[in-house]
């Protein structure tokens, strides 16, 4: 039988953000925004005081859904001295999801959904802050066997309320995505970057839009992108070999490929999709994404070929 959402009768719970840097500060004052009750915690005082100033509860009791916003590092211990509700569910924002689902999800089981947002820039911390990141943004939502599908759905409409689209994924198959789209490029940018560096001073002085554009991510914090590419090895070592390989074709063939890719013309095809495990990851699965939470269902879109 179909495992299928139940439909929540509860109002919509009030969430907590732990770590109120870039993605987490923007995430608190959005809610904010939004008309949702948030609270927040930071180690740092004055990532403390810059939520606090956008409205946000600071308060190391946390319940409703509580979001884990910080590096990937300390990410097993961020609830570590904060008093958390027994009921909450708890997500993070982490770019590489089986090694948070290892060790949060482990210790956490059904209370857990992993979650990541694609959006950012290479700046960091609390004076990064946008309330505005999120919108359009495609935000990816791991669907585990074991997930607790009402708690899934408690984390999406936090994602829908801040304007981004939710994908729904298992964190292997998230994994294996952002390797190719996000993990490599941050390598390539940062090869392009010290090759450029080796050719010299007249290089650099004559770097223009495609060098910027090439070398952006690269100017990320190090240690957030070490521990990206690190925490994903596997996935990126397959997807770099994927990039290596296509570096040896004859350069005609490999640029008019790479131009095809980039400029295909794709529209969208509204659908509607049952709120159950296998018809989400199938949305997913296709390249589409929800946009909207009806009563049994989800709306959304898959691409559409022109």
């Given amino acids: 039988m179909a495992e299928r959402f139940p439909v929540p009768t509860m109002p919509a719970p009030p969430v907590a953000v732990v770590g109120l840097g870039q993605l987490g500060g923007s995430l608190a004052a959005a809610l904010v925004a939004a008309g949702r009750p948030v609270r927040g915690w930071d180690v ?45 569910t708890v997500t993070d924002l982490g770019s590489v999801k089986r090694p948070v689902l290892d060790t949060v999800g482990t210790a956490l089981g059904g209370r857990f ?52 689209e939710v994908v729904p994924v298992t964190a292997a198959e998230h994994d294996d995505a952002v390797a190719a789209i996000s993990h490599v490029p941050h390598l390539l940018a940062a090869a392009l970057a010290a090759a450029a560096g080796q050719a010299g001073p007249l290089a650099l002085s004559l770097a223009a839009g495609s060098f910027r554009d090439g070398t952006r991510v690269i100017g990320s914090d190090p240690a957030f992108v070490r521990a990206m590419v690190e925490g994903n090895a596997a996935p990126t070592s397959a997807a770099l070999a994927r990039v290596q390989e296509q570096l040896a074709r004859p350069w005609a063939e490999l640029v008019g490929d790479g131009h095809a890719v980039v400029t295909r013309e794709q529209g969208r095809r509204s659908v509607r999709v049952p709120l159950e495990r296998a018809a989400l990851l199938s949305l997913g699965r296709s390249g589409g994404a929800v946009t909207r939470r009806l009563a049994a269902f989800v709306e959304g879109y898959v691409p559409d070929p022109a």
């Fill in 44 to 88: 740092d005082p004055a990532a403390r005081d810059a939520a606090a100033a956008r409205g946000v509860q600071i308060s190391q009791e946390l319940s409703g859904v509580v979001v884990l916003a910080v590096p990937l590092p300390v990410m097993a211990t961020a609830l570590d001295g904060l008093a958390v509700a027994g009921d909450a």
């Fill in 113 to 164: 959904v992993g979650g990541h947002p694609m959006c950012g820039t290479e700046r960091s911390g609390h004076t990064a802050a946008d309330p505005g990141l999120f919108a359009g943004a495609r935000w990816a939502l791991c669907l585990e066997p074991g997930t607790d599908l009402s708690r899934w759905l408690r984390v999406a409409e936090i994602a829908l309320a801040v304007g981004a």
